[in-house]
């Protein structure tokens, strides 16, 4: 059973006039400088989803604190077994205990501030359970063009060309940018300079497809953390590659002394697959294509087929990423056991609810694969800044305007890692998605 509430009759209109007058002036600054970009509209989760259980006693109360834009939102509640409970945002009540039917969604129009407050007080009951999230409509132009690469560090970059050699990359540039700089490292969330070698490879010369940045920290800027243990950890796990031969590449990788977790095996989906390592024990996953030439010899990699995403809420996910640009979609969900969880690395049955993503048409073809776990669960965040953990630590994209791409995220609410790094012309920063994984934003500036 779903309910609204509209307890906001009278809207507060400086502040709603306020949110129009920021969103069209950022809008059409925006397309004074990108003329053939669009805008994008996504709900946004703005707080939570946050679910709190009853404990029986005396009523509980939790307060938090959130960012969001000037004008309208909803506050969504779930409420199983509940039938009272209490909730303020920025001081007023907005649900209150006749508001609930004890087992439905609850549906609440507000109106938010830049910084804003929540109080959620649960009774002392045995048992139930309230979930609570706020989301906001927002549209904007964040000038996306396209992935630029994933970034990965390693332990060792000459073991890690080696790889790429025996994989059938070209495009390296080796070594690649300063060593050292203040600029750049404060924009990775290092205090200070940073040393490293950096290795930049692709199936193409030169790289029409996102390639891999990988990078050997050295020195004080080394982090001697593994990658993800697991392929259910929150975060970028692995990149996926098509190839036209994933028996005849897994023979030759195996041969070579490569690392995988089972032989090629197909998913519930009719996908054939298998996921191997890198010498650090980061993963790379390959699926089989009819696209390209016939198979070789040697190996037979067509291109990036997606960079993988685990995520705790799909759908705060989908809406940031729908806020990128990420339009065009795809059902990924799937589930099962014996060899298709074995593949995955885990003895028992596993589940994930997915949706595929991608820029749409004139883009260089990249997807980005959504993943929530459901079983089994890991809840470990991703890896926190700076950005020196071993494995797939980030993923850029190039925008048309950084300057008036920061300018956007920053009146949407979103703080960046560190300052802009990089010249005058040309500079890269750092968001975070709603799970703390690390986006890099790069392109032209016109300051």
């Not at 946004?44 to 509980?60: C, D, H, I, M, N």
């Not at 945002?89 to 508001?99: E, K, T």
């Not at 596993?350 to 048409?361: W, Y």
């Amino acid at each position: 059973m779903k309910k609204t509430i509209n307890r906001n009759k009278t809207i507060d209109t400086s502040s709603a006039l306020g949110f129009k007058a920021a969103g069209i002036a950022l809008f059409l600054g925006l397309l004074a400088v990108a003329p053939n970009a669009s805008s994008h509209e996504a709900n946004l989760t703005r707080f939570g989803p946050e679910t709190y259980e009853l404990v029986q006693g005396q009523p509980t109360t939790y307060s938090s604190s959130f960012r969001a834009m000037d004008g309208p939102a909803q506050l969504v509640l779930q409420d199983e077994g509940i039938d009272n409970a209490w909730i303020k945002i920025n001081g007023r009540d907005v649900v209150q205990p006749q508001d609930f039917s004890g087992n439905g969604e609850v549906i609440v129009d507000l109106n938010l501030n830049r910084e804003n407050t929540i109080e959620v007080i649960v009774p002392g009951m045995p048992s139930g359970e309230l979930g609570v999230r706020v989301t906001q409509v927002t549209e904007a132009d964040l000038g996306l063009l396209r992935q630029g690469y994933f970034g990965l560090n390693t332990t060792d970059i000459e073991r890690q060309r080696a790889l790429y050699d025996l994989m059938g990359f070209i495009g390296e540039i080796y070594p690649a940018g300063p060593e050292t700089s203040t600029t750049f490292a404060q924009s990775l969330g290092f205090p200070e300079d940073y040393l490293i070698y950096v290795s930049l490879h692709s199936l193409q010369d030169p790289p029409e497809q996102p390639f891999v940045d990988t990078v050997e920290f050295r020195g004080n800027s080394y982090r001697e953390e593994p990658p993800y243990a697991m392929l259910n950890h929150i975060g970028i796990t692995y990149g996926t590659y098509s190839t036209t031969d994933l028996d005849g590449d897994y023979a030759y990788f195996q041969s070579e002394g490569v690392e995988f977790l089972s032989a090629p095996t197909t998913a519930p989906n009719g996908e054939r697959f298998v996921f191997m390592k890198d010498q650090d024990g980061t993963y790379i996953k390959l699926i089989a294509t009819n696209e390209g030439e016939r198979p070789t010899p040697g190996p037979d990699l067509v291109k990036l087929a997606n960079t993988n995403m685990n995520v705790t809420d799909l759908e705060r996910s989908r809406e940031f990423y729908r806020l990128l640009g990420f339009t065009e979609s795809a059902p990924g969900s799937q589930s099962g056991a014996g060899d298709f969880a074995a593949a995955h690395g885990f003895d028992g049955p596993i589940e994930f609810e997915g949706v595929d993503i991608s820029l749409g048409e004139g883009t260089d073809g990249a997807t980005i694969q959504l993943r929530q776990w459901k079983s089994p669960y890991d809840n470990e965040p991703p890896y926190p800044p700076p950005v020196n953990h071993l494995g797939i630590d980030r993923i850029n994209f190039y925008v048309e305007d950084l300057t008036a791409t920061i300018a956007t995220m920053t009146e949407l609410g979103y703080e960046q890692l560190g300052p802009i790094g990089g010249g005058p012309g040309f500079g890269i920063v750092f968001f975070f998605d709603p799970d703390g994984i690390k986006v890099q934003l790069s392109g032209p500036r016109t300051e």
